[in-house]
Each structure stands twice: as structure tokens, then as C-alpha cells.
């Protein structure tokens, strides 16, 4: 039963064209987060929100939002992609502030033209 | 940087053999964690070692942590073809009132049928 659904899984965007990722979960889980991974690297925190409050990494771009309208879903909006933005973004959850164990979706292929 | 240095960065061996991979940190945690990802998918939690443990076991994998030394490594014993993805540790630490989660480099592990 899929827990962390991120779509589309692969997303293709121009150059400064807005991009919206979304990721939804069946858990219940209070917080949510989004990662930037980049080929053969580690996972980035971008941000993420422990219910409504949303907390943003210090080296986060401005370029990059988010949005968690309920519990449920979670989205990640791009303002203006550059090249450099053409990564895997993942979603993950937990259940409490305590983080003791993440639970990832399969991630969104990001490329940008 | 909290960031986890994992070694080696590669690791290729026969099916049946065993598979270690190491991972160092900086500052004091409260637990540390293994997730595993497939080639182009998310992270899957593998296991939790907290800060007052030295070993733990699940199934095939032992962990250790060393936090005199600020290590741990991930044995795999018996490695089935399968078992090829890449392996990442992550530290989970206070920080500024929350307790965040850091991703290492990540182990690419290949076992060779």
C-alpha cells in the first residue's frame, strides 16, 4: 500500500517556467519534508512543516516554496528553475518532531530545458 | 557540517560475501540511521541505533555506533544480489529547537551474482 505518493514521478520544465511537485501521504504523520538529491549525492533538506508551522533551511533558495494546504498533502513549488535545479526532489514524513523515522515517497525526477 | 562522511564511497563484492560500510559525523546525536535507495527511487529506513546503544540487529544487518569515536558502520552478512543500491547514514541532532536530520555521502554497494 503506497504511504508517500509524489507526482508526476518524472517532470519535465523550461527554464524559468514555475513548476509545482506534490506529495500526498496516507500516514497521518504530523511532518512532512522535502529533499533535493542531486546525482550520487546526499539528500538535502530543503524544508519542512511540523503541522501548519513551516521551517525553512537556512541555505534553501528563495526560489523554492511550499505549500501544505492539510495533513495530507504537501507541495513544492519551483518559482523560476534553473539548470542547477534539475535534481530528485523527495518527500518524506514522520510522525512526531522526533524524527526517529522518516518514511520517503519514490521522489520526482526534476529536468529543466 | 553535520554532514556524515561515509567510506568507502564504493563497494563491490560476490554474492554470499559480507559488506561493511562505515560512517563518521561531527557533533553529538541522539540516534543515527540507515536508510538503503535503489537506483532512481526514494530512501527506505533500514534501522535506528540511539546514542546509548553500541550494536544493534535486524535480520542480516548489524550496526554498530562508537560515539567516542563519532562512527558507525553497516554490516550486511550473506549479501544477495539484490542487496546492490546505495547506502546512506544519518545523523539525527538537536538543532535550533527541533532535532535534524543529516545525510551522509552514501555507500554504493554492488553485489555480483
Known amino acids: 500500500d503506497a504511504m508517500v505518493i509524489q507526482n508526476p514521478r518524472y517532470q519535465v520544465t523550461q527554464f524559468g517556467k514555475p513548476v509545482t511537485l506534490s506529495c500526498s501521504q496516507t500516514?497521518?504523520?504530523?511532518?512532512m519534508y522535502w529533499y533535493q538529491q542531486k546525482s550520487s549525492q546526499a539528500p538535502k533538506l530543503l524544508f519542512h512543516y511540523y503541522d501548519k508551522d513551516f521551517n525553512n533551511e537556512a541555505d534553501t533558495p528563495d526560489n523554492f516554496q511550499s505549500r501544505r494546504p492539510n495533513t495530507s498533502f504537501c507541495f513544492l513549488d519551483i518559482r523560476s528553475p534553473g539548470l542547477g535545479d534539475a535534481a530528485m526532489y523527495l518527500c518524506a514524513t514522520s510522525r512526531d518532531r522526533d524524527r526517529d523515522t522518516q518514511y520517503f515517497g519514490p521522489g520526482t525526477r526534476l529536468t529543466v530545458l | 557540517s553535520q554532514q556524515g562522511e561515509e567510506d568507502p564511497q564504493a563497494l563491490s563484492i560476490q554474492e554470499g560475501e559480507n559488506a561493511t560500510m562505515n560512517c563518521s559525523y561531527k557533533t553529538s546525536i541522539n540516534n543515527l540511521q540507515w536508510y538503503r535507495q535503489n537506483s532512481g527511487r526514494g530512501l527506505v529506513h533500514l534501522i535506528l541505533?540511539?546514542?546509548?546503544?553500541r550494536e544493534k540487529h535486524s535480520g542480516r544487518l548489524r550496526v554498530t555506533l562508537d560515539t567516542s569515536k563519532k562512527s558507525s558502520s553497516l554490516l550486511i552478512t550473506a549479501s544477495r544480489a539484490a542487496d546492490t543500491a546505495s547506502y546512506f547514514c544519518?545523523?539525527?541532532?538537536?538543532?535550533?529547537?527541533?532535532?535534524?536530520?543529516?545525510f551522509g555521502t552514501g555507500t554504493k554497494l554492488q553485489v555480483i551474482p
Open positions: 500516514l497521518n504523520h504530523n511532518v
Open positions: 544519518a545523523t539525527v541532532a538537536n538543532s535550533g529547537g527541533y532535532q535534524k536530520v543529516t
Open positions: 541505533i540511539r546514542s546509548n546503544e
